[in-house]
Structures are given as C-alpha cells and as structure tokens.
C-alpha cells in the first residue's frame, strides 16, 4: 500500500509520518502535485491559516490535481485545514476558495472569534464507530477557531461525526473517495491511532 | 472542548529536563524522552516543552533534534517554546510534529512577529505567554523589568490579535506548592475570552481541586508530576471522583 503525506510548506508533517509509520507503514512525503495520483490513500495535514495554506496549494497547483481525483479510488483523509479546502469557500485571513467537494463554507465558530482547543467527545455514526472499533461517542484532539458550515441539508448526510463547541462542529465527513476530519487523529492518543487503522483499511 | 485540561510543562536544558523554583535553581529532571512517553501512555491532555537553553543563550535556536525524537514517541498534542524568533524557526518547529508554539520574550520585543505568525500558522498555534511575578503587593510582568506595561491591559492586547490561548505563570509560586493566586486568577479571567492555561504553585490535589472549582480550563503542572508520586491517571482519577469533567 503507498501512502503519500502531502507537504505544502505548513503543518505538522512529521506528526503524521509518525502515527503512520508506528502503525507499521512506510509514509511517503510528497511535494509535488503531479505525482498524488501515484498512491493508494493519500492524507493532507494540516496546522495552517487558510488563506496561507490555499495560496500554496494553488501555486502548487495541489488544488487542481486533488479535484482531478474525486471520483478516483486513491482515499484521501484531509486533516483540520487539510479537510477544510474540501468546502467551497474558506473565509480565514480573506477569501479563498476550497475544491468545491463540499457545498459549504468555512467560518469562524463565532464573532470575536473563539478557539477550540481541548478534547472533545465526538457523536460518531454507530456503524462508523463499530468500524473505528471505539465507542460512538469518543474523545479526540481539537485545535480551531474556524469550522465548516454546510450550505445544504443534504451535505448533512455525508456528515458521520459531530463535536459540540458553541455550534454542531462537524467533525468527520465522508464523501466519495475523500475522508475529513476537523481533529487530529495523529495527536488523539489511541482513540486517534485506531482512527487511523480504520481509514488505511477505508475503500470508498 | 468539553474537557479540563491537565497539562506537564517541562523544562529542557542541555538534552535533559530540569525543574527549578522560580524560574532558578534549576535540578536535573531526567530524561525527556522517557518522560514524555510515561506522560503519552498516562493520558496527558497536553505537554508543554520550553527550551530554556534558548533563554540563557538569546542566539541560540531551538534543539531541533530532540524535537523531532520527542515528535516520533508522542501521540498527545505538543506546545513548544523557546527561541523562537522568526517565521522560518516556527514553521521548522511545527513541520517536525509540534502543533503549537509558545511565545513570550518575543511578544515584547517584536509584536509584528505574533502577526505574522497567525498569517501562517492560524491564531489556533499559538499561545502566548504572560510571565508574574508579585512586587509591593502589584502584579507584574516579569520580563518587564522597567515596569512600563500594565498587566491588564497586555492581556487585553494580546487577544485583539487574535492568538488562540494565553498561558499565564506565576513566576514567584512556581515550584513553592502554595497553590495558584486564585483571587487574582478570577480576576483577570473576567478579561480572557481566548482559551488559558495556568501555571505556578499547584502542589497538591486540593489545590488543584481548588483551581478547578474556579472554572480554569487547563493548568499547566511541574512540580507536581516531576519531583512527587502523582501521575496524571492518579490526579485525573481523583479529579474525576470529585465531580470534574476530566477525560479519562
């Protein structure tokens, strides 16, 4: 199995190498765009502002190799602002528009903006959890201000795990062959290790 | 987040962890590695690392090496500070496995810096650290030797820039286990809307107790875990039979 660790100039890299790697793979960290269609499940990291972290996924044009994948069989697990370009729209730090996956926006949890950071208990889909093999209400890392607000009911069915923070923060979403969560699995102790394992064995 | 938070701060100088009383005296502390797997495998909510090598050497730029062996055992969220000087040491930091970064000396001296930081890092990496200590009965901050800034009114700055948490230390109880300044803590929470941690005094669990009872979030612990049988399942355990929301 070849698992490509995108590495876009931000984010916590080697945190994901590592989870991975103690999970007994040998991750491959890829810099360039052309070559992500050349992996069975790639993962986007992510520990960035948005509108930092669009502008090089453009000029690298990660963003256009990424949307030619939709629909493919490569998994793709977008982590916290590696799951928020899957929306339409980001709003942190200006405007910048995401891969269009998702018919949402991603905005701040509320005005003056507010921080997530701690351990939340996550709802998860039953079937997803007996997957995960963890409970359906679990403990995961957070760490965010902004978060992804769906502009249609019916992306609310692709949506298999929410936290509460002020608002319903969607948590974990599932769509086609991409997989976002808004916590950090590599940094969620063994709840986030078994995350892990669940989507390594993912087939869309 | 639905959970407080229990939070190691550890204290690196020359490949070793130390411990000092107020921020002086410092004693060995043993190995960092081993250390942060016993806290990794107890459930820590956080670690926290400052390289206080970078503090005694201002030139110096942090001990990436032992960073990226730190990143390599540790499944819980880690808080790095130290040396920190510009954008490029940040991002070098956070690439080998650290997801937030901890900044005090340079808020005072380069404010630009912290702007630019959330530029690239999001407001949500970093935390920014407000030193105490007490004089004349008045707190101050400690790297203010001059006394120009108004303790206040820097809490009250720091946030309107939009940094993700406030860490606060009360430098002067640090490692005397007398417990936390909580009459000073209400107060100046009145003022921080950004999530916090606190620091400084917390020696044993009725103090922590205390601390807690007093809505704080998170709080940062030295003494305590290094030099003392407490572990962070025993503190949390207990915690949790008193009726805190502690993740077990």
């Given at each position: ?39 069975d499940?790639?993962?986007i ?8 972290a ?17 629909g493919?069989k490569?998994s793709i ?19 910048s528009k ?19 950071i ?7 889909n ?13 403990d ?24 509460k923070f002020?608002k ?10 991409f ?17 892990l394992?669940?989507?390594l064995?993912?087939?869309? | 987040?639905?959970?407080?938070r ?10 070793k ?12 502390a ?18 926290l ?7 005694l ?24 500070g ?9 991002k070098?930091?956070i ?25 690239y ?6 935390v ?12 101050r ?45 209400k107060?100046i ?22 601390a807690f009872?007093?809505k704080?979030?998170a ?30």
């Open positions: 199995m070849k698992i490509g660790i995108i590495d876009y100039g931000a984010g916590n890299i080697l945190s994901v190498y590592n989870a991975i790697y103690n999970l007994g793979y040998n991750p491959i960290i890829v810099t360039e765009s052309s070559k992500i269609k050349n992996f499940k790639l993962i990291p992510g520990v960035g502002s948005a509108f930092h669009l502008n090089i996924l453009k000029e690298k044009n990660f963003i256009k190799e990424l949307k030619d994948l939709i493919s490569i697990l977008g982590i916290c602002i590696g799951f928020q370009i899957f929306s339409k729209k980001l709003t942190e730090d200006g405007i995401g891969i269009n996956l998702f018919n949402a926006d991603i905005i701040p949890i509320s005005e003056p903006n507010i921080f997530n701690g351990w939340c208990k996550v709802k998860l039953k079937e997803i959890a007996a997957k995960i093999k963890i409970n359906d209400t679990s995961f890392y957070f760490c965010h201000s902004y978060y992804m607000k769906n502009n249609s009911i019916n992306e609310n069915n692709n949506c298999f795990g929410f936290a002020k319903e923060i969607p948590s974990l979403v599932i769509k086609e062959n997989m976002g969560v808004q916590f950090h699995p590599e940094k969620s102790q063994a709840n986030g290790i078994k995350f394992k669940f989507f064995g993912w087939t869309p | 987040m639905d959970y407080i229990i939070i190691p701060s550890l204290l690196l100088l020359n490949k962890l130390v411990k000092g009383v107020c921020f002086k005296n410092f004693k060995n043993g190995s960092p590695l081993s250390t942060i797997t016993a806290f990794d495998s107890q459930g820590a909510d956080e670690i690392i400052m390289d206080i090598d970078t503090y050497d201002k030139k110096k730029e942090p001990d990436y090496e032992i960073i990226k062996k730190i990143s390599e055992i540790s499944s819980t969220p880690i808080t790095f130290g040396g920190i000087r510009n954008i490029e040491i940040a070098k930091i690439r080998l496995g650290i997801e937030k970064i901890y900044l005090n000396r340079i808020v005072f001296e380069n404010k630009n810096i912290v702007t630019q930081l959330i530029k890092l999001g407001g949500q990496a970093l920014i650290g407000i030193n105490l200590i007490k004089i004349q009965g008045k707190y901050i400690y790297e203010d030797k001059e006394n120009k800034i108004d303790v206040l009114k820097h809490i009250i700055d720091i946030q309107n820039i939009e940094i993700g948490e406030i860490k606060i230390t009360f430098v002067d109880r640090e490692g005397k286990k007398c417990g936390l300044d909580l009459k000073f803590c107060y929470m009145n003022y921080i809307r950004v999530s916090s941690i606190f620091e400084g005094g917390i020696g044993s669990l009725d103090q922590l107790e205390d009872k007093e704080i979030g709080i940062a612990l030295g003494t305590m875990l290094t030099f003392n049988d407490y572990n962070i399942v025993k503190i949390k355990r207990h915690l949790h039979n008193k009726g805190f929301n502690v993740r077990l």
